[in-house]
């Protein structure tokens, strides 16, 4: 198939709004592929190239002076063999290779294929192709089970892949993708609850409390002696965190796959702030700063899948498999012994309290009612959009950031899929302007009188005093009192909060 036809599928997508136009392009051009374009065409279209990381960023594309194919002959496989090669460059004159490399297929590409492909690799193909509306178009290009098809998604961890066996393989192999250690998959996810007993009431009967750390996410397999640890978006980090492999190294048993968070602890015992933990955990390097993992759920042990089990038995398996590393808990249908024990929780340091219903499975991927996070104040993690030059004391640095929200449905049509909710400059320090000065410069892509616009890869975490309506945004809400907490590097812009869930505070 010629790469054309890929990306008039993204522009066809990109132009509506309808979730069932979006899936219907989206299933055709998956019927036309052949068997070996499946997993790169995918790959193309949620901007994640099975190479992954090429070395390419966006100086070495902007800086290119080249000229382009008039007519369409560069084909998936074409585009994707080019690919791999980037990805392979390596050593002495890597750069002069690889820019040659780069001038070579941006010449074999039409003007829209150049853009299309400088997208992909930039991470930046903002086209509302978001995963969920692909693994409808999947199913409906297969005609399989679209619960199925989503199942095995999450547990593969590879979209790219479970398109390629629901669309040429029996339906029995879709259905038979399972957990396997030392494969990532996605994680479960938490909602908010704006207090304790709303939590509680949610879960229904007795719940799981435990403490919400101020960390980092981590999924760690163990295989015997061979432990693997993962971020919350499935990348490999086992050759920077060697404390976390030892100490999983100990626990009693042979075969695990646990959900977890690490942070760095300082000489009392108290977390150390969170970005101390994210320096730590970006290092390469062993550090004087030591991570310690604790681990809240259990999800294989020893040939058995837990997923499905309810939390309960997953819960009494975990303590059993890792001990005291086991994050602290209670199980209670009592408000006033949680609230009590999310006062233990600040008290020590941490960000608050997570309630969780005992009869819930892991719901690998997806965020639901299941588990709740209750913290003293309300946050969301919103996508900055734009920046604004400052003024008096702030001239000359970007302070007050356009804060952009998930529209995963295509509702209100917002492009690229996010839909501005506010804007906020307070709780930046000196430090962080600085910062956000460079690193938003770096990520510019046009500029208007007093914004610099960038691309929305950014992810921050914003503390709110709720939302309210709002005719000004397109979203129909807008922030109350926005304030910045801290930037999210472990996120991306696929982590952040909805529309959605913001309207639902309106009736919170």
Known sequence: MLLAAVVDAAETVGATSSRLAKTAALAALLRELAPEEIEPAVGFLVARPRQGRIGVGWRGLAALETSHARVPSLTVLDADAALAGLAAVAGSGAAALRRAELIALSERATPREWDFLSRVVLGELRTGALEGVLVEAIAKAADRDVAVVRRAAMLSGDLGETARIALTAPAGDLAAVGLMVGRPVLPMLASTAGSVPEALGLAGAAASVEYKLDGARIQVHRAGDEVRVY????????????????????????????????????????????????????????????????????????????????????????????????????????????????????????????????????????????????????????????????????????????????????????????????????????????????????????????????????????????????TRYPGGVALRFARVKRYRPDKTPADADTIGSLRALLRG
């Open 231 to 470: 971020t919350r978006s499935l990348a490999d980090i086992t050759a920077r965190v060697p404390e976390i492999v030892s100490a999983v190294r100990e626990f009693p048993a042979e075969r695990l796959i646990l959900d977890g968070e690490t942070l760095s602890l300082d000489e009392d015992g108290g977390p150390r702030p969170f970005q101390d933990t994210m320096a730590r955990f970006g290092s390469e390097r062993a550090a004087s700063v030591a991570l310690r993992p604790w681990f809240f759920d259990i999800l294989h042990l020893d040939g058995r899948d837990l997923l499905d089990e309810p939390l309960a038995t997953r819960r009494m398996l975990l303590e059993q498999a890792v001990g005291p590393a086991r994050i602290p808990g209670i199980v209670t249908d009592d408000p006033a012994r949680a609230e009590a024990f999310s006062r233990e929780a600040l008290a020590a340091g941490h960000e608050g309290v997570m309630v969780k219903a005992l009869d819930a499975p892991y719901a690998a991927g997806r965020r639901g009612k299941s588990w709740l996070k209750v913290k003293p104040v309300l946050t969301v993690d919103l996508v900055v959009l734009a920046v604004e030059w400052g003024s008096g004391r702030r001239a000359g640095l970007l302070s007050n950031l356009h804060l952009g929200a998930r529209d995963p449905e295509g509702e209100v049509g917002a492009p690229g899929g996010l839909v501005m909710v506010g804007k906020t400059f307070k709780g930046l320090t000196d430090a962080v302007l600085r910062w956000q000065t460079d690193h938003f410069l770096a990520e510019e892509t046009r500029r208007t009188a007093n914004t610099v616009h960038v691309r929305p890869e950014t992810v921050v975490e914003v503390a709110i005093d709720g939302v309210q309506r709002s």
